[in-house]
């Protein structure tokens, strides 16, 4: 998605990038714009056959990582609505905001800090034609119950992360765990965006994948260091190049109310640096400050020394789908093949949509047959397509596009020599497998 010049360190951005990938996650069902048949409902999004697997898979690598492969971590699913006692302890009634400046002329609004050049209106081009700024708090608000009226006031969350800290003693009775220990979760969030854009990037309602660590406050800094690295590891592991990627530390003026430290894992969109994740050390704020408005304890007993305190917290957070957009950009090639150009996604196949696709080279019930009774013996093990329409070649062509790492056709020969067909995604290579050796073969090839 971009290059290394040979005399730099540094990559360089590709902005025509960004139009190809939203052309093809339209074009092959992705992602679509949300009510399209009523000309669509801006910065909302529905994800398609295809998005929605891919979607699954990162939040599915993330939990892996996070929960199923670790002991100190546990998982919780909160709830979206909460009162405001919740955003009043949190401090995001008062904190949660953003500048909020309108043009006078074209009348658009925009976000203070992020014009390039407060004087000029990015849209109409007018100069010293912004509003006086103001702060625009950030979450939605409704009403639970039949009547509207004060004490039924209710908000939308803006993160998940509120929920895990409410729910801290909770965690800790049930599960018996001592800090050090965690609390994941993926879920909806809601905020009500000034200039959301650059597609599912900056959106009013997105998913996270969350996690707050509990930590001894003597031992923060030291995992505070950990998750930084632990977490820019795993967009590795995950086929990200790395010169893609980078753990940019805040300045001072950058941490938010709670932050002693914070970092961004960043990935190089078309349109520059932007943050995928952010690891913060809360210090004890949210456990103190919802300790302090509810009356409830959210500390730790220590029975080894004796000792009472409140854990300090070490958060990773990351957007889904930010995460999956950059997993997609990353992804996204285009190669000449015998004078065509051939577009292929070379994700991951633990993030790729369909791990394998069973082709019959025809509709031919002694080759659909069989090719059907193959997939039935694969699909309990990987999410896998099925085609018989078109051409191979174009069949192949699709499937490059959708990021499936493995073809298998089966085609005439099939039916007497009982082997398939097993295509490469990234290498285009072919080589013949006996059927009752495909499973083991794919099993060997992801290693999954």
């Not at 290059?3 to 074009?27: M, Q, W, Y």
């Not at 909302?44 to 002991?71: C, E, F």
């Not at 790729?352 to 090719?371: D, M």
């Not at 059927?435 to 290693?447: R, S, T």
Request: aromatic share 12%.
């Amino acid at each position: 998605m971009s290059d290394v010049p040979p005399d730099s360190a540094e990559p360089i951005a590709d902005p025509a990038l960004f139009d190809k990938v939203v052309n093809l996650t339209k074009r092959r069902g992705f992602v679509f714009p949300s009510a399209d048949i009523y000309g669509g409902f801006r910065s909302t999004y529905d994800y398609g056959p295809i998005g929605v697997l891919l979607l699954r898979n990162v939040k599915d690598a993330w939990w892996r990582s996070m929960v199923q492969l670790r002991h100190d971590v546990l998982g919780l699913d909160a709830a979206i609505l909460s009162p405001p006692a919740v955003w009043e302890a949190s401090g995001h009634l008062a904190n949660f905001t953003d500048p909020l400046v309108d043009c006078k002329v074209c009348n658009e609004r925009f976000r203070l800090d992020k014009l390039d050049d407060t004087e000029v209106c990015p849209n109409c081009g007018a100069t010293h034609s912004f509003t006086e700024a103001r702060q625009f708090n950030l979450m939605f608000k409704t009403h639970a119950g039949p009547v509207e009226g004060a004490g039924h006031d209710v908000y939308l969350r803006p993160e998940t992360a509120q929920g895990m800290f409410t729910n801290f003693a909770n965690v800790l009775q049930t599960s018996r765990k001592k800090p050090p220990f965690g609390i994941a979760q993926i879920g909806k969030s809601f905020r009500n965006e000034i200039t959301p854009g650059n597609f599912v990037f900056r959106t009013r309602e997105f998913e996270q994948m969350e996690m707050e660590f509990f930590v001894p406050p003597d031992d923060a800094d030291e995992w505070y260091q950990y998750w930084r690295k632990e977490r820019f590891q795993w967009y590795l592991d995950l086929g990200m190049p790395e010169h893609l990627l980078r753990l940019r530390d805040h300045d001072e003026d950058e941490l938010s109310h709670y932050s002693s430290a914070t970092a961004d894992v960043e990935f190089l969109f078309p349109w520059g640096w932007d943050e995928l994740e952010g690891i913060a050390n809360r210090g004890t704020f949210d456990l103190t400050a919802h300790a302090t408005a509810s009356g409830e304890k959210l500390d730790y007993f220590d029975p080894a020394t004796n000792t009472r305190y409140t854990p300090k917290v070490i958060e990773p957070a990351a957007g889904a789908t930010r995460t999956m957009m950059a997993f997609l950009m990353a992804a996204y090639d285009e190669e000449e093949v015998r004078g065509e150009t051939r577009v292929v996604l070379r994700l991951h196949p633990r993030l790729a949509p369909y791990k394998v696709a069973v082709l019959p080279l025809s509709k031919k019930p002694e080759l659909t047959g069989p090719a059907e009774e193959l997939l039935s013996t694969l699909q309990p093990h990987y999410m896998c397509d099925y085609d018989e329409t078109q051409n191979i070649g174009k069949r192949y062509r699709r499937q490059d596009e959708l990021g499936t790492p493995v073809c298998i056709t089966y085609d005439f020969e099939s039916v007497d020599d009982h082997a398939v067909t097993v295509r490469d995604r990234d290498t285009m290579g072919q080589e013949r497998i006996p059927i009752d050796e495909v499973l083991a073969h794919l099993q060997a090839k992801f290693g999954f």
